[in-house]
Nanobody, 123 residues
């Protein structure tokens, strides 16, 4: 079993930055992909970014490329999402997810989910 705990959400003004964290426990992650999804009110949950734990390779949704950066800390078993140049369109609940294997963008391919953390960007 895998447990994921997100933190770091909050309220920020447009143009500001936040860093989300997702601490993982329960298993080794030598072959896992960790991802961030988000869900805005009235919208479907969507892929934001992912990192393949063994290789460190990353993928991003087009709308966040150049603004968001995902990274990992092996010792802390934690992944991060550094979010810069935030806009009100980034307002959503952000979820951390994990799956065994390579990076994919389909949310139903992820077996483990955190509880979510709210990010609100004011204009």
């Amino acid at each position: 079993q895998v447990q994921l705990v997100e933190s770091g959400g909050g309220l920020v003004q447009a143009g500001g930055s936040l860093r989300l964290s997702c601490a993982a426990s329960g298993r080794t992650f030598s072959s896992y992909t960790m991802a961030w999804f988000r869900q805005a009110p009235g919208r479907e949950r969507e892929f934001v970014a992912a990192i393949h734990w063994p290789t460190g390779s990353t993928e991003y949704q087009d709308s966040v490329k150049g603004r968001f950066t995902m990274s990992r800390d092996n010792a802390k078993r934690t992944v991060y999402l550094q979010m810069n140049s935030l806009s009100p369109e980034d307002t959503a609940v952000y979820y951390c997810a994990a799956r065994q294997g390579m990076v994919v963008r389909r949310l139903n391919s992820y077996s483990y989910w955190g509880q979510g953390t709210q990010v609100t960007v004011s204009s």
